[in-house]
Structures are given as structure tokens and as C-alpha cells.
């Protein structure tokens, strides 16, 4: 029986109760719905926000929201199940549309009809493929209960049953023949299925159906951009005024689905933070305060401490298959409380008055960078050079990192590219920028942009990854535009004019930095640096899957006092790989699997940047007939 004939002969009563159905199942849906839309539209414009370029919003629309790119891509299993709920529902429209018309009698798709006819069939294979779908879902949710969905409401299972519900009578329709006592009671069933689902729509997280699409193509350009603020009187989002639309929209698209946490390195370290309870508690206080409610954010619906422990890995906002920006939200939470003076750290105040004495997070004075740079014979940035190479804090200071520059400095001279380094240069206020103390980022930011104008630097290249994306993106904020590249970037551009190791026979677990991967999307350059040296061996967690070291978002410079230690780890992966060298691209990784690694009992693998492997192929320097850059 096919569902658009079952009501063309039926009395005007029951037509008569169809249309109180439907119209108190929209009635109650559009007074849920429309409360949610209030709230979005009265929270204040997002800042430097602009729908164009439209093109790659459309792009991205197309591939995560249509084609359910993101979603097959990291969950394949659940992920295809869940784009098959999708698309059949896609299909349905149509049929559903016919549906709702069938009920006055004014059915516009035909069984009789050939393209009626093949729809309805069409639409059936679609029905098979959700009701397995959903059954499947159903059971991953409720039976095997993957630890980071968390607690689970009993709505997402009523809500399964009714999607279940909605395929099986629609072949139940199909099934009957028409004008029969089995094809109108399915009909029916259909019906309330119907007019029970809607309503329920924006009272669970299945709100998303309705908003995410619209997220996805809303959302912030930029991975992780953390909006400017606006104005003296923006401190970043300390009460309910301070929340966007952007904001708003995206915490009522929260699914719960948990992939944020899944892959959140402090919640997998027993941290209070969980990424997904951040949003949920954003959508509380909204719905319990609104948008011009004058409570604190950080409370009683979400935790100070929780927001502190964020390293800004990305990994949440990588994964989140809705469009939602934790990060954006996570660092305005910090921006509210440090630049209101409601946080109190001790050691987050030791790093803020580092940057503003000594212009470093670690607190040096700047004449140890001389004496590293006169040491060491490094050439000074004149213009005439190549490349400026930026030191960083890292590279300027620590030991390790010290190293790292060095061995790029003899990669750069054997190569025959020309390089200098700045006289002077301060932190980027990376660790101030991510933890949310603007004022001591700009104090920072604008004396290093003023050194580089002054030395007209052109091109930059740097052995951190947290260093280049502050410069190149962060910076824009002051108006600076500065072409600066990662060295692993550039080391897998020099290539063949490097040599290879004699035997290449060392195994290297090389471990992808979350500001190089998820950041930069640079995941080849590196291993190709790698694999001139050795075989790489991929840890469990890899590429835009990496596992942070857990230095980023200052992490590094405060106290981690819970739960296992994000580095510990991490490194216990590398060294599970067996390789007898673990790689790193980053200055704060390597230093934070030093600190890890001299915990272990047995003997660790060597720890070495791509840069240190790159320069152990070189022949001995005194060898060499190019002279100092």
C-alpha cells in the first residue's frame, strides 16, 4: 500500500483529526524552537565576522554536512550509519511532504505514476538502510556505551525508536494493499510517529538536525581563530552579555556525541576539563540566564578550573562533527577571567611578569640570547639573507632547543641558503595569547612587530610551530602580515640537496605537533625529513588523530596537579612503538618527552627534532668548505 492513497477517500473527520495532529505537533515544536531562535538572535553580533568568501563555506557545507565527510572520516563504522539516518532523511522529505498532503487529499506523488512509483521504492531501500542504521546506533549508545558519550539521556533512545518507528511503517505501508485494514492503521502510526518526533526535536540534543547545518556553514574561518576583541570594554566572554550568535548557535548544536572528548588529552588524563561540558554548560546558562544576564559564565554552570587545563590541542574542534569552536570559546572563557583579574595563578602570574621584564616565558635575561648567538657565530638578520630565522624562547634559551637551532643552522649552510637572526626579539606571547592575557600578548607582539619592520624582514622560518602560527595568524590582529614557515616545511623543500643517512636502518616514532598537524595541516613535510633518515613508525594516535605533549595553551608554564601527566602519556605511546628514536617537531614537545621519559625505569629511545636528524647525515662540520651564513 503506498502511503499517499491511504487517506484519499477518508471521511472529513479523520481529516479533521490529522490536521489537530499536525498543528499541535508544530505548535509544539515552533514554541521550543522559537525560544532557542530568541536566544541566538538577542546575543550580540561575533566581531570581525563576514559570511564571504561564500565559495569555501560552500565547500566545506558540501563535503561535512552533505556528503558526512568528517563523520565517515574519523568514526567509519558509526560514522556511515550515521550518514545513512542522514540521507535517508534526505529522501524522505519528499515523502513526507506527499505524506502531510495525502492527509487532506491532495497527494502529489502517484504509485501510478512512473517516477511515483520508482520514489516510493527508492525510498524504501533508504527506509531498510536507516532502521539497520539506527538499530545499530542504538545499540553502540545504550549497550556498548563508549566512555566519553558520558551520561546518557533517555530521550536519544526514545528518539531511535521513533526514527525505527517512521522506516517500519513506512514498509508496513508498502507492504499492505491499498485501502486495507493493515495499510490504514500503518498510515496512522506513521502519522503519530510523525507528530511525536517533531516536538521532541528541540528539546534533546537532536536539535542539531534542524541547526547544525547552519553552524557548519556559520562557523568562524580559521582553524581555532580567536576572535578580536571589541572596544575597551570587551574582556572576552565573562557574563551572558558577552556571548555571540556565533556562540549561541553553535552550543545549541552540541550532539553529545562525545568525539570531543574522545580525543581531549586532559580529560584522557583524569583532568575535571571535558570539552563537551564546556558547550553543555555554555547552553545552560544560556537557557537558564539569556544573553543579558549579568552572572559570571565560570561557575556554577561551568568550571574555572576545568578551562584552565585546556592545552588548545584543537583536537575537540578537529573532530566536532557540527561545526562547533571550542577553542574560540575556551580562551574567551580564560580572556573573561585573566583580563578581569578574576583568576588567580601563581604560576600563570609568574609567566605574565616574566613576558613583561624579560620578553621571555622563561624567564632569561635577553643577554643569554647574546651570548648563544656570539657563541655560536650565528649571523645577524641584514636583509641581504635568505631568511630570518626566529629563535624563540625556546631556541634561544632552553638547551634542548638551543640544539635544535644549531643543527638547522648546519642543515641551512649545507644546503647554501643564507639566513640571519634578530638582534633582539621577545616572546610572540603565544602562552599569554592562548591563556587569555591580552594586554601582555600586545605588549609583546607589538615590539617584535616593530623590530621586524624595522629590519625589513622578508622571509621567516622557525623550529616552532606555536611561534608560526602566533606570527602568521595572530599578529594579523595588530595589522602585522609577516610569510613565515615552519622548518620542517622547509627542510622537505630543500630535499635531494640534502644527503640521506649511509643505513637507514633506525626506526623513528615520530610524534605530529598539534600546532603543525591540526593547526597547519603539514603532516608529509616532516615525515619526509624523517624517512631520509630512517623508517617512521606511527604511535596509535597519529596525524590529526596526535596525542598532545601537553605543553600548548601555557600549559607548560603551570602547575599540572591532576590526574596522570599529559606527557607521560604520550610518551609511554612513542615508546610503545619500539622505535629507537622518537621524533618531534616542536622545541615544547621535545622538552616535555625529556621531562616524561626520564621517569621511565628502563632505558628511553634518543629524542631528536627532524632537524637533529637532518644534520646527523651532514659530513663533521669542520669538513665543510661553505663558510658561516
Given at each position: 500500500m503506498l502511503q499517499s492513497r491511504l487517506m484519499s477517500d477518508a471521511s472529513w473527520v479523520e481529516r479533521a483529526i490529522f490536521a489537530v495532529v499536525l498543528i499541535a505537533s508544530l505548535t509544539l515544536f515552533w514554541r521550543r524552537f522559537s525560544a532557542i531562535l530568541k536566544i541566538i538572535r538577542s546575543a550580540r553580533a561575533t566581531p570581525d565576522f563576514s559570511v564571504s568568501p561564500v565559495g569555501p563555506r560552500v565547500r566545506k557545507f558540501f563535503w561535512e554536512v552533505m556528503l558526512q565527510g568528517k563523520v565517515i572520516g574519523q568514526r567509519p563504522l558509526p560514522g556511515i550509519a550515521h550518514?545513512?539516518?542522514?540521507?535517508?532523511?534526505?529522501?524522505?522529505?519528499?515523502?513526507?511532504?506527499?505524506?502531510?498532503?495525502?492527509?487532506?487529499?491532495?497527494?502529489?506523488?502517484?504509485?501510478?505514476?512512473?517516477?511515483?512509483?520508482?520514489?516510493?521504492?527508492?525510498?524504501?531501500?533508504?527506509?531498510?538502510?536507516?532502521?539497520?542504521?539506527?538499530?545499530?546506533l542504538f545499540l553502540r549508545r545504550f549497550v556498548a556505551r563508549p566512555q566519553w558519550l558520558g551520561e546518557i539521556s533517555p530521550e536519544s533512545g526514545v528518539i531511535a525508536f521513533l526514527i525505527f518507528a517512521l522506516m517500519i511503517t513506512y514498509l508496513a505501508g508498502l507492504w499492505y494493499g491499498e485501502r486495507t485494514t493493515g495499510g490504514h492503521i500503518s498510515w496512522w502510526l506513521h502519522t503519530l510517529c510523525l507528530a511525536v518526533f517533531l516536538p521532541l526535536i528541540p528539546h534533546t540534543k537532536h536539535l542539531h538536525l534542524a541547526i547544525s547545518p547552519v553552524t557548519v556553514f556559520l562557523k568562524r574561518t580559521g582553524f581555532s581563530a580567536i576572535p578580536p576583541l571589541t572596544g575597551d570594554e570587551d574582556f572576552g566572554l565573562t557574563t551572558g552579555k558577552d556571548v555571540t550568535q556565533i556562540d549561541a548557535l553553535q552550543t545549541f548544536s552540541c550532539v553529545e556525541c562525545g568525539r570531543c572528548t574522545e580525543h581531549c588529552p586532559a580529560y584522557n588524563t583524569g583532568k575535571e576539563l571535558n570539552p563537551k561540558e564546556i558547550i553543555l554548560g555554555m547552553r545552560a546558562y544560556l537557557k537558564a540566564n539569556g544573553t543579558t544576564s549579568e552572572e559570571p559564565l565560570l561557575g556554577s554552570h561551568i568550571s574555572e578550573k576545568a578551562a584552565f587545563q585546556c592545552t588548545t590541542c584543537g583536537g575537540c574542534e578537529f573532530q566536532c562533527p557540527v561545526g562547533i569552536q571550542h577553542l574560540p570559546m575556551i580562551v574567551g572563557l580564560r580572556r573573561g577571567a585573566v583580563n578581569t583579574g578574576t583568576w588567580e595563578d601563581e604560576y600563570g602570574t609568574k609567566l605574565f611578569l616574566n613576558l613583561e621584564r624579560n620578553g621571555n616565558a622563561l624567564g632569561f635575561a635577553a643577554s643569554e640570547r647574546q651570548k648563544f648567538i656570539e657563541k655560536n657565530q650565528l649571523p645577524f638578520y641584514d636583509g641581504t639573507q635568505e631568511y630570518c630565522l626566529w629563535l624563540g624562547c625556546m631556541g634561544a634559551y632552553d638547551p634542548q632547543g638551543r640544539e635544535i637551532v644549531l643543527a638547522l643552522a648546519r642543515v641551512l649552510r649545507h644546503a647554501g641558503i643564507t639566513f640571519g637572526v634578530l638582534r633582539k626579539e621577545k616572546c610572540t606571547g603565544d602562552p599569554a595569547r592562548r591563556l587569555g592575557n591580552d594586554l601582555a600578548f600586545s605588549q609583546v607582539a607589538e615590539a617584535n612587530i616593530e623590530t621586524l619592520r624595522a629590519a625589513k624582514v622578508g622571509r621567516m622560518v622557525s623550529i616552532c610551530p606555536h611561534c608560526v602560527r602566533t606570527i602568521g595568524s595572530d599578529w594579523k590582529e595588530a595589522g602585522a602580515t609577516f610569510e613565515i614557515e615552519h622548518h620542517s616545511e622547509l627542510l622537505a623543500r630543500l630535499g635531494e640537496r640534502l644527503p640521506a643517512a649511509a643505513a637507514k636502518t633506525e626506526k623513528v616514532a615520530y610524534h605530529d605537533p598539534c600546532y603543525l598537524g591540526r593547526y597547519r595541516d603539514v603532516y608529509e613535510e616532516p615525515r619526509e625529513v624523517v624517512a631520509r633518515f630512517g623508517e617512521t613508525v606511527e604511535p596509535r594516535r597519529t596525524r590529526e588523530r596526535s596525542f598532545c605533549c601537553g605543553a600548548g595553551g601555557g600549559q607548560m608554564f603551570l602547575g599540572e596537579e591532576e590526574g596522570k601527566r599529559v606527557n607521560v602519556e604520550r610518551a609511554q605511546e612513542l615508546v610503545a612503538t619500539g622505535a629507537g628514536v622518537i621524533g618531534t617537531a616542536c622545541p615544547f614537545c621535545q622538552t616535555m618527552f625529556r621531562d616524561a621519559l626520564a621517569t621511565f625505569t628502563q632505558a628511553p629511545p634518543k629524542l631528536l627534532d627532524i632537524a637533529q636528524l637532518a644534520a646527523a647525515a651532514l659530513p663533521p662540520e669542520s669538513a665543510e668548505s661553505a663558510p658561516h651564513a
Open positions: 550518514a545513512f539516518v542522514f540521507w535517508g532523511f534526505c529522501a524522505f522529505a519528499l515523502i513526507t511532504i506527499n505524506h502531510v498532503a495525502a492527509g487532506f487529499g491532495l497527494a502529489f506523488l502517484s504509485p501510478e505514476s512512473g517516477f511515483g512509483r520508482f520514489y516510493f521504492l527508492f525510498v524504501a531501500v533508504w527506509a531498510v538502510a536507516v532502521a539497520v542504521a539506527i538499530a545499530g
